[in-house]
């Protein structure tokens, strides 16, 4: 079983930081795809894929969204179990809920949401200008 809870969240200033945390629970010994996500703006269910990264694998993938490569780190810390997100140089459209997620296997460009079994529960972005 895995679970995923988010902290981090907040309000900051355009071309500011902010760095979000998901403590990941999930069984050792396998490769998961692990991500974070971001709830389209009226459409609770749906969402758009912000970052994602291989848990265990050394030689793994790492893919952003193309407006955030650049600007966002993704990144995981088996020691404390942690996935972070750091965002730098935060823009208005960077706002919205952020959540972690979790599947099976490897990453892959295009991997779908469905392929995400396990979701967190969102924190919340807000960047003013």
């Known amino acids: 079983q895995v679970q995923l809870e988010e902290s981090g969240g907040g309000s900051v200033q355009t071309g500011g930081s902010l760095r979000l945390s998901c403590t990941v629970t999930?069984?050792?010994?396998?490769?998961?795809?692990l991500g974070w996500f971001r709830q389209i703006k009226g459409k609770p269910e749906a969402r758009e894929k912000i970052a994602v990264t291989d848990s265990d694998d050394p030689d793994g993938s790492t893919f952003y969204k193309a407006s955030v490569e650049g600007r966002f780190t993704i990144s995981f810390d088996h020691s404390e179990s942690k996935l972070y997100l750091q965002m730098n140089d935060v823009e208005p459209e960077d706002t919205g809920t952020y959540v972690c997620a979790a599947g099976f296997g490897y990453c892959s460009i295009d991997r779908a949401l469905d392929d995400f079994g396990y979701w967190g529960q969102g924190t919340r972005v807000t960047v003013s200008s």
């Open positions: 999930r069984p050792t010994g396998r490769n998961d795809c």
